[in-house]
């Protein structure tokens, strides 16, 4: 019998930064053009590792700014995050940076699985946030740190290429200890 396990994740980042195509290509293996502010979305689907079954909720958030209030269902019962801001807007980096402490306020000492994901590394010409500032923000939390981009359904890491696919892979990998 595999063992199934439960986990909520959550994506934040500022508005328009790629969580709903990250989130789609991820789960449909698709990109989708076209901007449509989401409201919030929560996918769901089940994978295997190994001999384990991971029921994994996904939450997709309206975006959030350095105001945002974060609500209680994103931090109860939430077993990781995926922070994600844009390389072409240095602003939605500064969010992810304020979002992060309000996690941490809100968490107390435990734990906080999270991955930094810089989103829209396709879009490199018009760049305002360089790989090297991600990595040393993600490695200040002990977070893993990957750029993406959802529409080439590509991950760029430090030591990894790969599909999507790849983001949630290394948060189990903080989840499945
Ligand atoms: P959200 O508001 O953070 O959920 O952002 P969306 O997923 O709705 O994406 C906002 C816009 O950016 C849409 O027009 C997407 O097509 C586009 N977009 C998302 N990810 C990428 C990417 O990796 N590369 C490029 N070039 N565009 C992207």
Request: charged share 20%; net charge neutral.
């Given at each position: 019998?595999p063992?199934?396990?439960?986990?909520?994740v959550v994506?934040?980042?500022?508005r328009s930064v790629?969580k709903?195509?990250?989130?789609?290509?991820f789960?449909?293996?698709?990109?989708l053009?076209g901007y449509?502010?989401t409201?919030?979305?929560?996918?769901?689907?089940?994978v295997t590792?190994?001999?384990?079954e991971?029921?994994?909720?996904?939450?997709d958030t309206?975006g959030q700014?350095?105001?945002?209030?974060?609500p209680?269902?994103?931090?109860?019962g939430?077993h990781?995050?995926?922070?994600?801001?844009?390389v072409?807007?240095?602003?939605s980096?500064?969010?992810i940076a304020?979002?992060?402490?309000k996690?941490?306020?809100?968490?107390g000492k435990?734990?906080l699985?999270?991955v930094?994901v810089g989103?829209?590394?396709d879009?490199?010409p018009?760049?305002?946030?360089q790989?090297?500032?991600g990595?040393?923000?993600a490695?200040?939390w002990g977070?893993?740190f990957?750029?993406?981009?959802a529409?080439?359904?590509?991950?760029?890491?430090?030591?990894?290429?790969?599909k999507?696919?790849?983001?949630?892979?290394f948060?189990w990998?903080?989840?499945?200890v």
């Amino acid at each position: 019998m595999p063992l199934v396990r439960y986990r909520k994740v959550v994506i934040l980042g500022y508005r328009s930064v790629g969580k709903t195509s990250l989130a789609h290509q991820f789960v449909e293996g698709e990109f989708l053009e076209g901007y449509d502010p989401t409201v919030e979305n929560t996918y769901s689907k089940i994978v295997t590792l190994g001999k384990d079954e991971f029921h994994l909720h996904l939450v997709d958030t309206a975006g959030q700014d350095e105001y945002s209030i974060l609500p209680y269902s994103f931090i109860i019962g939430v077993h990781g995050y995926v922070l994600v801001y844009s390389v072409t807007s240095l602003h939605s980096f500064q969010v992810i940076a304020s979002l992060y402490q309000k996690l941490h306020e809100g968490h107390g000492k435990t734990r906080l699985p999270v991955v930094l994901v810089g989103n829209k590394a396709d879009l490199s010409p018009d760049r305002e946030v360089q790989a090297v500032e991600g990595k040393k923000l993600a490695e200040s939390w002990g977070a893993t740190f990957m750029e993406s981009s959802a529409r080439e359904n590509q991950v760029l890491g430090l030591k990894i290429r790969g599909k999507i696919r790849v983001v949630v892979f290394f948060l189990w990998h903080c989840l499945v200890v």
